[in-house]
């Protein structure tokens, strides 16, 4: 979001209902080692999630394995501290993921650590609601700072 001079490739465009002569939903786009999936009646950002990597095997059998995202574990930042990275990217960039009232929302947080000393924070906020489906905006960063994926399902 911060990059403009980073090159984008446009991937594909869905349509997940596949009603005949209905317009498609959403289009995807790559930017270096990450998906944007973009609202196309909003043009409003709903997802940034890396790409998976790819692999294949060799003619001699031995495996080769795509570049992957490189991501900063460097030890900086608190879950609290990294909760308010969160709420700050979702002020700072109104435009591309349209108006946010986190006010309005139940925020349940948490953190993964893989046991290297690498932890990732992830803030889920939250809708009122029952049920599995519930509305939800997902944002997750590494310690370092460094936005791993955002998904915002609060439109559905």
Known sequence: LDRPDAVVEYECVR??????????????????????????????????????????????????????????????????????????????????????????LTLESGKKDDGTGKVNYFFIWKTDGQGENIPQLNISYTQGGQLISFLNELGK
């Open 15 to 104: 349509n997940p209902e596949n009603k005949a002569g209905e317009q498609p939903q959403t289009e995807s786009y790559l930017v270096d080692f990450d998906r944007f999936t973009i609202d196309t009646k909003t043009n409003q950002i709903i997802e940034m999630a890396p790409t998976g990597g790819r692999w294949g095997e060799n003619k001699d059998g031995t495996r080769w394995f795509s570049p992957q995202k490189e991501y900063d574990y460097t030890p900086r930042y608190s879950q609290t501290e990294a909760e308010q990275l969160a709420r700050s990217f979702i002020a700072d960039h109104e435009k591309a993921l349209g108006k946010i009232d986190l006010s309005k």
